[in-house]
């Protein structure tokens, strides 16, 4: 059965909630990603960010991102998934919550990987990628 772990990007990495948004942007260029999940002083995850609130939610709102913070954005409940849960339950998890990148976490609860709509279009037949799509995207 495929895993978390087939299918995810491995080498995620955090950002605290007290860093900037400039801090954000700028390792998110770094690492070449569109979103970073965001811990709390003890690496728990409290949110995740990405490019398009940085730009939407600060920069668009007069916004100084070197003066807010990541902290600041990351809103909701934080969505993760298991190393080991397979794709049916990655599917549902991301359906139901509608994200489109999911954390992938260790059983010591640290980040191992994120899993996008690109990683999941390499493993889904169309058919499962449709499906996945309508329920990622439906209102």
């Given at each position: 059965m495929?895993?978390?772990?087939?299918?995810m990007t491995p080498g995620a990495q955090w950002i605290s909630e007290d860093d900037t948004l400039e801090?954000?942007?700028?390792l998110m260029r770094e690492l070449n990603?569109?979103?970073l999940p965001v811990s709390d002083g003890d690496e728990r995850m409290s949110g995740i960010i990405t490019d398009r609130d940085i730009v939407v939610d600060c920069v668009a709102t007069g916004g100084d991102p070197s003066q807010v913070t990541a902290g600041d954005l990351a809103q909701g409940t934080p969505r993760w998934i298991a190393v080991d849960?397979?794709?049916d339950e990655i599917l549902h998890e991301m359906g139901d919550a509608q994200v489109r990148r999911l954390p992938v976490i260790d059983g010591d609860k640290r980040l191992v990987g994120m899993i996008?709509?690109?990683?999941?279009?390499?493993e889904l037949s169309?058919?499962?990628l449709a499906d996945?799509?309508?329920?990622?995207y439906a209102a």
């Amino acid at each position: 059965m495929t895993t978390a772990a087939d299918i995810m990007t491995p080498g995620a990495q955090w950002i605290s909630e007290d860093d900037t948004l400039e801090r954000a942007a700028q390792l998110m260029r770094e690492l070449n990603v569109g979103a970073l999940p965001v811990s709390d002083g003890d690496e728990r995850m409290s949110g995740i960010i990405t490019d398009r609130d940085i730009v939407v939610d600060c920069v668009a709102t007069g916004g100084d991102p070197s003066q807010v913070t990541a902290g600041d954005l990351a809103q909701g409940t934080p969505r993760w998934i298991a190393v080991d849960a397979e794709l049916d339950e990655i599917l549902h998890e991301m359906g139901d919550a509608q994200v489109r990148r999911l954390p992938v976490i260790d059983g010591d609860k640290r980040l191992v990987g994120m899993i996008s709509e690109a990683d999941l279009a390499r493993e889904l037949s169309d058919d499962q990628l449709a499906d996945f799509v309508v329920s990622v995207y439906a209102a």
